[in-house]
């Protein structure tokens, strides 16, 4: 299992390269950059001309915001630029987003991510393979190319694409055409293993794939703090996040797997209304306790392990909602990292 970080640049892009060698030096496994403030890929590119070892990902770029050649052609100088180590990570987004702020189409969106991935293949395999471009699929067409435009083979020709989701179409997206699965944070461990994972083998099955080859990486909400006054901060604000995210359509299954259903309308309604406050109160311990992981900073790196293994290759703590010290980050990763670890 993988520890690795995620990180959105909020102190500016030009952060890039002194985030990704700290992130390496303190011994992360991987860094990811997140579709904020900033270009997720330039960020990376910085990164990797930076750094020498730690993988590199997108957690998440937005598919639909570019075409499949845009996006195959920055993860190809991306894998050759950083030695093999990039990890393409795809999200849909949701429809007002796609529609009204990247003003692209949105329209059956877990096919559409398919037929893109299908589409990222075949460019690359041109790319390497100098193969006539023949991909014609339901969304996405590349039938031209020219040795004036093809950038040529590379030496780690094979990107590994992980595809966000949440409801079991889209995990069954995963299944049919992803090399791995990027977990939301609102997830429990009970809805992957119940509802994500099947859905994933069932597209797997449908492709004539093998379900176990889908790599898992999982961002986890996380509570702990020195004292019970951080510790109190700490939960107060991972229960907002967790409302926030539970206000929004697209996370209810999660509520309805288990049993608060009713709950993702009542916060709707609280948001629309800016009662953040409100909507952190109606979050139950109960499920507070599913979704989050709660333990003590020396307890975190053994917390996390037994949480997830055997589910997921990858982890990473969710954006904390109160920064952490540097020595907690040197104290996880040191326990992470120690001689008696598990695998």
């Known amino acids: 299992m993988h520890l690795d970080t995620v990180t959105g640049f909020r102190g500016g892009i030009e952060r890039a390269a002194a985030e990704a060698r700290e992130a390496e030096a ?4 991987g860094m990811w950059t997140v579709e904020v403030g900033h270009d997720p890929f330039l960020a990376l590119g910085l990164a990797a001309a930076a750094t020498q070892r730690i993988g590199l990902g997108t957690n998440v770029a937005i598919a639909f915001g570019r075409s499949p050649l845009a996006t ?7 894998q050759r630029l950083s030695g093999g180590r990039l990890m393409l990570g795809l999200g849909t987004q949701v429809r007002a987003h796609v529609e009204r702020r990247y003003s692209m189409p949105f329209d059956h969106p877990a096919a559409r991510v398919t037929d893109y991935i299908h589409c990222l293949r075949a460019i690359w395999r041109t790319f390497q ?3 006539r471009p023949d991909h014609r699929g339901p969304f996405y067409q590349f039938t031209l190319m020219n040795p004036f435009f093809n950038p040529g083979p590379i030496e780690h020709p094979d990107i590994p694409v992980y595809l966000a989701g949440v409801n079991p179409r889209m995990c069954r997206a995963v299944g049919e055409a992803a090399d791995g699965f990027s977990i939301h944070p609102m997830h429990s461990v009970g809805y992957l293993r119940e509802v994500a994972l099947p859905a994933i083998a069932d597209g797997a099955r449908a492709a004539g794939r093998e379900a176990a080859a889908v790599a898992l990486l999982a961002p986890v909400f996380v509570i ?10 700490c939960e107060q604000m991972t229960r907002r996040q967790i409302a926030f995210y539970a206000s929004t359509p697209s996370y209810r299954a999660v509520l309805e797997h288990h049993g608060h259903g009713a709950l993702g309308p009542e916060l709707s309604a609280l948001a629309r209304n800016g009662d953040w406050t409100g909507m952190a109160r109606r979050v139950p311990e109960s499920l ?5 992981l709660a333990a003590a900073p020396a307890d975190l ?6 949480r997830y293994a055997g589910l997921s290759a990858r982890v990473s703590v969710y954006d904390p909602p109160l920064p952490w010290p540097q020595a907690r980050w040197r104290s996880l990763l040191a326990d992470w990292n120690s001689p008696t670890r598990a695998p």
Do not use: C, K, P, Y
């Open 288 to 292: 507070v306790a599913e979704i989050a």
């Open 129 to 131: 393979e100098d193969v």
């Open 301 to 306: 790196a053994a917390a996390l392990r037994a």
């Open 224 to 233: 702990t703090g020195d004292d019970q006054a951080e510790w109190d901060r």
């Open 72 to 78: 195959a052609q920055v993860a190809w100088d991306l």
């Open 26 to 29: 303190l011994g992360f496994d």
